[in-house]
């Protein structure tokens, strides 16, 4: 009785069953539409909240990882940016930390916007030296960086066979207001004075060799200031042609640098 | 019904292509053969399973629960309908077979299982007239047994009953039936 398995029981289950089939009974199918419409809208609008709801456990740690990801990279950008800034910023500020004179310094400002694209190519062995060399040039004791301030120096604008020997060594040698006192202190050592071009032409070797020889030692030839400097020497020696075919490689090489008048022509020439 | 209280409307389809036609003939076989008044009470039945779908947990089986629910809204009915009846006066199973000739016989008599039940419309209108004169508490067991194959224990848990209730309810009804049986064998 308990179960189905009694035979009272499936006797009149089966008959139960067979009365149904017999009479079909079934609700009409306007109350079946009822329903299940009824069921679809609940499910239109249940998802939208049950299926938000794992969105909405999502969007606050998305948006809050997204913000890290944001700040981490604009960091790695800005701190790149910083390592890359030293190089474009030496070039610039080389010359504003040696401006001495007014007519110096206006004439640096030109060099910082004109040297960029000429020194380019260079450009990768510069940026070391410059960092190395930037406390040097607050001490004002040690020798400038070779590389920029040359571009300068030629801008200087002095007239006169003196004046021009003295600028074109100045142009080999770099800027810094540094290597002034030791270029005069060296003039005043030797017995001659140094009015003329030979004297002028020769003190400006060993300053340029020895500001540019960072430079030097790292294989680059291609110093301006040394290059005018060698470019002169030949003008000097009467070696036009030579000359003539240096300053036309500098020119290529340096197309923005200003050429002493030293450097165009032999003094004697003149 | 889990699936579809998460938001699986295929679900829903298979669950009422189940259950529909039972719960209509057991609202059905309760009023009376009120057939409107199945319906109404059917899409309420529906309507709660509906509503109670994201809320619904399976402490039980889901017959269970839809049979509740439609027990529920019958007995609602009634209490509008009559204020005076209720499921729970008809609890002692005693008061329902009282004077009953049939209580003796059926518990000794077994009919013999048909092989083929082949119903007439005229018999099978006779039998579930039958079925929906039945004592309240008895066709109530009687249909939650036979259409939502609930069992004894079910039912009393159901019904509020006593295991032993809801045995003797089930075993009076099918004696009356028996008895409306053999009429037409």
Not at chain 1, 47 to 75: M, Q
Request: aromatic letters at 4%; glycine letters at 6%.
């Amino acid at each position: 009785m308990t179960g189905r398995s009694d035979p009272d029981t499936r006797a009149i289950a089966r008959a139960y069953r067979a009365a149904h089939a017999a009479l079909d009974e079934r609700p009409s199918e306007a109350s079946r539409a009822a329903i299940v419409a009824a069921a679809a809208r609940a499910v239109e609008s249940q998802p939208h909240a049950a299926g938000s709801a794992p969105r909405r456990r999502w969007r606050l740690p998305l948006a809050a990882a997204a913000t890290i990801l944001v700040s981490s990279i604009a960091v790695i950008v800005a701190q790149r940016t910083e390592q890359q800034m030293p190089a474009g910023v030496t070039t610039e500020s080389a010359p504003a930390s040696t401006a001495g004179t007014g007519a110096e310094s206006a004439a640096k400002e030109k060099p910082a916007t004109e040297i960029q694209p000429a020194d380019r190519p260079s450009a990768p062995a510069v940026p070391a030296p410059a960092r190395r060399d930037r406390p040097s040039a607050v001490s004002r004791n040690a020798p400038a960086p070779a590389a920029s301030p040359p571009v300068s120096a030629p801008a200087i604008g002095e007239t006169g066979a003196d004046s021009t020997a003295r600028d074109a060594g100045a142009a080999a040698v770099d800027r810094g207001e540094s290597s002034r006192p030791a270029a005069a202190a060296r003039r005043q050592a030797q017995p001659a004075p140094a009015h003329d071009g030979p004297a002028s032409v020769v003190e400006p070797r060993p300053a340029a060799s020895a500001e540019s020889a960072g430079v030097t030692a790292t294989g680059k030839a291609e110093d301006p200031a040394r290059w005018l400097a060698r470019i002169i020497e030949l003008r000097q020696a009467g070696r036009e042609d030579e000359a003539d075919a240096e300053l036309k490689k500098l020119r290529e090489r340096y197309p923005q640098l200003t050429i002493p008048e030293a450097a165009l022509r032999h003094a004697g020439t003149r | 019904m889990l699936a579809y209280g998460a938001g699986d409307a295929a679900a829903f389809a298979r669950l009422f292509d189940r259950h529909e036609r039972p719960v209509y003939r057991f609202l059905l076989r309760s009023l009376g053969g009120d057939a409107a008044r199945a319906q109404d009470l059917l899409q309420e039945v529906w309507l709660a399973v509906i509503r109670n779908a994201t809320s619904y947990e399976p402490r039980a089986r889901f017959t269970t629960w839809l049979y509740g629910i439609a027990r529920t809204r019958l007995i609602d009915h009634w209490r509008a309908q009559r204020s005076d009846v209720s499921l729970d006066a008809a609890n002692d199973p005693q008061a329902d077979d009282a004077g009953e000739p049939l209580v003796e016989r059926v518990a000794g008599v077994r009919t013999q299982e048909p092989e083929v039940l082949a119903m007439s419309r005229a018999q099978a209108l006779a039998f579930v007239a039958a079925v929906e004169a039945l004592p309240d508490a008895q066709r109530e067991v009687l249909l939650l047994h036979l259409e939502g194959e609930l069992t004894l224990d079910e039912i009393a848990q159901l019904t509020g009953v006593g295991m032993e209730t809801a045995k003797s309810r089930l075993r009076y009804a099918l004696a009356k039936l028996r008895v409306a049986l053999e009429q037409w064998r």
